[in-house]
């Protein structure tokens, strides 16, 4: 019965806990560095969000493309799909680009650019750094990791 | 543009790789390192290949 109980505390606990790590992920995700931010994590929320926005800014500045699924390009859609999913990493970086329409251009003069795929390359790896913040965030608030 | 990508992932990677202040600088000091030395072999080696 005992053995019941703490069984159900724990539990309970554990659901607890898991809804906050869900929660700590989804902010880590929707805005770089708040994930550990909300939990009082500030040098490493500044190192970590400092990062991915660092990294995605320059992409842009670079000449950058943000991928989606309604592409100019021929060819088939599901090839963008990879890209998307890494860019779509940054949260509201991504979509606040979407809705000002910055850095989804395709045309030559764009890549044409010198810098165009080391953008490219910057805006990929600043999606996919975020989802590494996201997951430690999470990882934290689940108890485990310090 | 290489040491800047180097430098912003050595410091994600040092943090979520590692539990210690001590063991992240290192871990962090360490992918910088071979970012940038394997950046520069790979960019040697390609300048050699007639591609």
Known sequence: MRTKERGLSGGAAAGGATATAWLMGLAAWAFPGAGHLLQGRLVRALLLGGAVWAMFIAGLLLGGHLFDLSGQEDGNALLRVPPMIANLGSGVLYFYCWATGTGFAEGAEQAARATFEYGNTFLLVAGLLNYLAMLDAFDIAAGRKS | ?51
């Open chain 2, 1 to 51: 543009m290489m040491i800047s990508f180097a430098a912003l992932v050595a410091v994600v990677f040092g943090i979520v790789g590692r539990d210690t202040a001590r063991e992240r600088a290192l871990y962090g000091l360490k992918i910088f390192a071979e970012f940038v030395g394997i950046g520069l072999a790979l960019a040697w080696l390609l300048y050699f290949l007639p591609l």
